[in-house]
């Protein structure tokens, strides 16, 4: 079923992590985040095969990391409409919904908008990490997934501050006590 992120967040069961992927036409890259919601750590990326292989894959990370959503990276265009790499990245959404025989759950999934992700990863091996154009090819889609998810993460962590705020603005009733 396709969530909004916070609708996503509240489903997770006590205990259950959100996958990032980055999905593209030759891999997936995969990132996980911790228990607690706070930071994503990029995991792998699964070369793409046939969609029943790439699903089984998927399903193995799943029960490996008690995955309860999953934030699927969607390439928006500059000015935010969606073109063919978004609409395929939609179809292998809707695809993998409809085998929950292969993942061995109802697939709960919100997208991110990751425009300009891969791009501020590579800019950064390149900068920060100084890293060589083999190994950011092999590292560059997981990391893209951490990115992506690590947006998501933070975006939920502003989400439950202004929240907090709210609260903490409606208890105060100007007398300084709780």
Known sequence: MIHTLPELAARLGRGQRLL????????????VADPGLVVASPIGTLR???FTQDARELAKTIRDYSIGGLVIGLPLNMDGSEGPRAESTRAFANNLMGRADLLGWDAEIAFWDERLSTSAVERFMIGEADMTRKRRDEVVDKMAAAYILQGALDAL????????????DLDDDGDGED
């Open 48 to 50: 793409r095969t046939k």
């Open 157 to 168: 962590a502003h989400r439950r501050r202004m929240e907090q705020q709210e609260r903490d």
């Open 20 to 31: 990032g992927l980055d999905v593209g036409t030759k891999t997936i890259g995969m990132a």
